[in-house]
């Protein structure tokens, strides 16, 4: 059995859940070796109840851990996490896999019970956390696997873990029964062409950056409207001070729209005329940016991060991050040249195809847990 662990801030939900969940939820569709352990779950995904665990001791750990935040509190929240995973101890046989999300400590807290029960680890990051670990921790981070989402994260490990000399980068995907082109495209375009921000509502994410460029655009009489769709958190619409700053002052070319997940918000990629991520931080991939792809739409993204690896044979445009001249002038550009676009679309369509589909990443993930389960499949 593999046992898949999210965070504890990761509900196992399309709606409510965020990369991890969105990870599981594509790459380990009808694989009945696998158990998905949250905090919490419901049934958006379509698993069955079976290979669901939810984990009261998960959502404990959520608000013990905004406490136990310090380093120097690092050996209280490992004997709290082996404490929360003694239901998973009772039931780990010789052979299983315990593979685990973005949780450097979870490999830290549970490895001296893995080795006993001759259980093996794998540690799948898909941000920095690895950076977070003391170095005093890092021999003790003894797992038999480290998978990256990038080869940027790659990068940034390997002056500080040895582990990360024989890691794996397997990328993130999009779901082509869901993000797909638009079976019809208008002759020209829609009626007033639709600029894309699609992500967590968080000045990392560099919103204000969007917000800015519009403005500009605006100022120059650029026909375009933007649309913002996302929140502080996945799933749900609260606000923030940093978004309630942006509002008061939003130029009549922006809108926001309500958080949407699925369907609904492939369905907002579709009518889109570029998408546009604008991140101002390391970026670690940026899966937003592989469903404009995959629904064929051009991009304008900056380079920041794991961002660059996505577009490396086509797709998008890429900008200095923070910059809102650059971000307008690149999507002045395009949306004055429908021919550009139309060549940007095409180009990360098939990257897409070639790289990000589903299928493609679970062969990918196959191959690291056949070294123990050649059964997987």
């Not at 905090?39 to 698993?47: E, M, Q, R």
């Not at 309500?258 to 991939?285: H, K, W």
Request: aromatic letters at 10%; hydrophobic letters at 40%.
């Amino acid at each position: 059995m593999i046992y898949h662990l999210l965070s504890e801030v990761e509900p196992f939900s399309e709606y409510h859940g965020g990369a991890l969940s969105r990870w599981a939820g594509n790459g380990l569709r009808g694989d009945e070796l696998s158990t998905i352990v949250c905090p919490w779950a419901d049934v958006t995904w379509g698993f069955p109840e079976h290979r669901v665990w939810s984990l009261a001791g998960l959502r404990n750990y959520a608000a013990w851990s905004r406490i136990l935040r310090p380093r120097s509190a690092i050996p209280l929240r490992l004997a709290l996490l082996r404490t929360v995973f003694e239901p998973l101890f009772a039931k780990l046989k010789r052979g299983d896999t315990v593979y685990i999300h973005n949780r450097p400590e979870v490999a830290l807290a549970l490895r001296s019970m893995c080795r006993r029960k001759g259980a093996h680890i794998v540690l799948h990051l898909q941000n920095s956390h690895l950076l977070t670990v003391p170095l005093r921790y890092q021999a003790l981070l003894d797992v038999d696997a480290m998978v990256f989402c990038s080869s940027f994260l790659k990068r940034e490990a390997l002056g500080y873990s040895e582990r990360a000399n024989t890691a794996v980068v397997i990328p993130n995907g999009a779901d082509e029964k869901c993000f797909f082109p638009a079976k019809t495209i208008p002759k020209g375009g829609p009626p007033k062409p639709v600029c894309l921000f699609v992500g967590r509502l968080v000045p990392e994410k560099g919103i204000h950056i969007f917000v800015e460029a519009l403005r500009l655009l605006l100022e120059k009489d650029v026909s375009v409207t933007g649309r913002i769709i996302g929140s502080t958190g996945f799933g749900h619409n609260r606000a923030s001070p940093y978004v309630d700053r942006i509002k008061t002052n939003l130029p009549t070319n922006v809108e926001f729209a309500e958080y949407l997940s699925g369907d609904r918000l492939a369905e907002e990629f579709r009518q889109a005329t570029i998408f546009c991520c604008p991140s101002v931080f390391n970026e670690p991939f940026g899966m937003v940016n592989v469903e404009a792809m995959a629904t064929r739409i051009s991009v304008v993204a900056s380079a920041v991060g794991g961002i660059p690896e996505i577009f490396q044979h086509g797709g998008g445009i890429l900008v200095r991050p923070g910059s809102a001249t650059a971000l307008a002038n690149a999507l002045e550009s395009l949306l004055e040249n429908p021919e550009k676009r139309e060549e940007l679309a095409e180009q990360g369509y098939k990257s897409y195809k070639s790289q990000f589909r589903w299928q493609q990443i679970r062969r990918q993930y196959l191959d690291v847990v056949r070294q123990w389960m050649p059964m997987a499949a």
